[in-house]
């Protein structure tokens, strides 16, 4: 914990310019005798914003919980911010879970996992878990309710009583409100109708990143398209390179 | 029979009762550990708060808060011991029950070792003093019991609504996985939950210690009873625990004017198992999805 700890004050005075901010370089990650993800590499620098598109069961989700310490098991190189947060581990899920979000990370996953008997304004702040963002928990929720207008009535409301697109709303603002260097977001739009998924992912997309990074994982590629630096494919636990909207709706057979 | 001492009775059973299987119930649901080792810690806080009258002070609120804080010691002690080597293994529910178990036997046959088989009896904390009002005559230990055990609830759940320490552990009974998303590390709240329960037996240990003895095998019965109500309370449901407290407790005192004190176990269980047939989650149980899959 120490070792990380001190990499991230030596990160935090880093100068501020593009630099890279997740580096992947041969991970493999999965569940027991099952390999998920494919000796995989990636880079995305500060202020970027990156689609990953796949099918069900490709790996994208299992992509975003082997970098948060997660899957079963991983090998390979993971660094966040500079700092070394992959090794090779097969068991403990979870276990330094908390040290990479600490690091940095936040991670906004598939199906929301919430607190259900939490009230909204108990889950926004426990997503403020660094000292500092404790401290300005409140200026924080004010930022988050500007960008979910509609969750300023629920602010009491158990979040086990919410409606899909709320408890979405929840989950990212969840996401946003410590201090992350990279935001990992699992499918937003996911099990929301058209018209609420469209305006969960305008909400990401009018985030004003400053100097950190947002990998977002979609099924649907129009929601996407041409409003993300790369868009990259997902296909059986290996990225396929950098591929154009146009051509990933061609190989979908969708076009 | 004695309608007062009957309704009495159930309060001061009650109290101490739930008091304990809250303990249980917080531990089971935020760290899904069912913690076999409170029987020792019982009785180990009941050590703790008799040497402490015995050389320091027989000063009544401070043997109380010995006892809970040796409850707190032995708590941490059980954590570091049982729940933070092998939490993240395979297997961990059947494996910490074990291990606490073994902790439970190995702990208090040191206690027998250390202190003798001879029971200790603490000094009266609450005074001799006595209320009585139309015909109803009630002892300070009963009322002490009542009032501090009602207190110390309050203040824990006051502190688990209010407190950020509070928050990372409501986070955790609900949904583990969410919680370590959300960056709460099992390991360090693992240490708060565990004091904190390990203090609620530490109290009821002072408390109970009113009526009965201080003995190596005291924690035995209690510990029981409280994973049973736990149980019948639904775990993880503070609530729960505390109707299911009141309910067996009654049935206690029904049954100690009734026919007798030593057939308690026999009518507690029955209930138990009665309660469970119709509610198989118990009095209040929740799906508890986090932990069944």
Redesign the interface.
């Known amino acids: 914990m120490n070792i990380i700890q001190q990499d991230l004050s030596q990160a935090a005075h880093a100068p501020l310019q593009r630099r890279e901010m997740l580096k992947l370089s041969g991970l493999s990650a999965g569940y027991g005798p099952m390999r998920v993800i494919h000796d995989l590499d990636l880079i995305v620098s500060s202020g970027e914003r990156i689609g990953i598109v796949g099918l069900n069961g490709h790996g994208k989700s299992t992509l975003f919980y082997a970098i948060a310490g997660l899957t079963g098991w991983q090998r390979g190189s993971i660094k966040l911010n500079g700092l070394e947060i992959g090794r090779t581990r097969s068991q403990g899920p979870g276990r330094y879970t908390h040290q990479i979000v600490r690091a940095g990370l936040a991670l906004i996953p598939q199906g929301d996992e919430i607190f259900h008997g939490l009230t909204v304004e108990e889950h926004l702040d426990s997503g403020a878990f660094t000292p500092r963002s404790w401290r300005e928990r409140q200026e924080r929720k004010e930022r988050i309710l500007q960008i979910f207008p509609p969750l300023k009535k629920l602010m009491a409301v158990p979040v086990g009583r919410l409606s899909g697109g709320e408890r979405r709303m929840v989950s990212i603002g969840r996401g946003l409100m410590g201090e992350a260097s990279l935001f990992l977001v699992d499918e937003p739009s996911l099990g929301l109708a058209p018209k609420i998924g469209k305006n969960v992912i305008d909400a990401l997309m009018a985030l004003d990143l400053g100097s950190s990074a947002m990998v977002i994982a979609e099924q649907n590629v129009s929601l996407l398209e041409g409003r993300v630096d790369r868009i990259l494919g997902m296909h059986v636990g290996k990225l396929k390179g950098e591929a154009s909207a146009a051509l990933m709706l061609h190989d979908h057979g969708r076009a | 029979m004695d309608v007062w001492f009957v309704i009495s009775n159930t309060i001061v059973l009650a109290c101490i009762y739930g008091t304990l299987a809250i303990g249980v119930s917080i531990t089971w649901s935020s760290l899904g550990f069912l913690n076999l080792a409170y029987g020792f810690i019982f009785a180990f806080s009941g050590y703790g708060a008799w040497l402490f009258a015995q050389h320091v002070s027989t000063f009544g609120p401070a043997v109380l808060a010995c006892g809970i804080l040796s409850g707190a010691l032995g708590g941490v002690f059980v954590c570091a011991l049982a729940f933070i080597p092998i939490h993240?293994?395979?297997n961990f529910t059947i494996r910490g029950l074990i291990a606490t178990l073994a902790i439970n036997l190995i702990g208090t046959q040191s206690l027998l070792w250390w202190f003798g088989p001879r029971s200790k009896n603490l000094p009266e904390i609450f005074g001799t003093w006595k209320l009585s009002f139309s015909g109803v005559t009630l002892t300070a230990d009963r009322v002490g019991n009542v009032i501090t055990s009602v207190l110390m609830l309050l203040l824990v759940l006051r502190w688990m609504r209010s407190s950020?320490r509070g928050?990372?552990i409501?986070?955790m009974m609900?949904?583990p996985?969410?919680?370590?998303?959300?960056?709460?590390?099992?390991?360090r709240t693992s240490f708060y939950v565990m004091a904190i329960t390990g203090a609620l037996a530490g109290l009821a240990a002072v408390l109970l210690s009113q009526t009965y003895y201080i003995s190596p095998f005291g924690g035995l019965t209690p510990m029981i009873k409280a994973v049973s109500i736990a149980l019948c309370g639904g775990l993880g449901s503070v609530q729960g625990a505390v109707i299911a407290a009141v309910v067996l407790g009654l049935n206690e005192a029904l049954t100690t004017v009734s026919i007798g004190g030593r057939y308690v176990l026999i009518t507690q269980f029955l209930m138990i198992i009665l309660i469970l047939l119709v509610r198989p989650r118990g009095i209040a149980g929740i799906l508890d999805r986090a932990r069944e899959a």
């Not at chain 2, 996985?177 to 390991?187: N, P, Q, T």
């Open positions: 993240d293994k395979p950020r928050l990372e409501r986070a609900m949904n996985h969410a919680a370590s998303i959300v960056g709460i590390g099992v390991r």
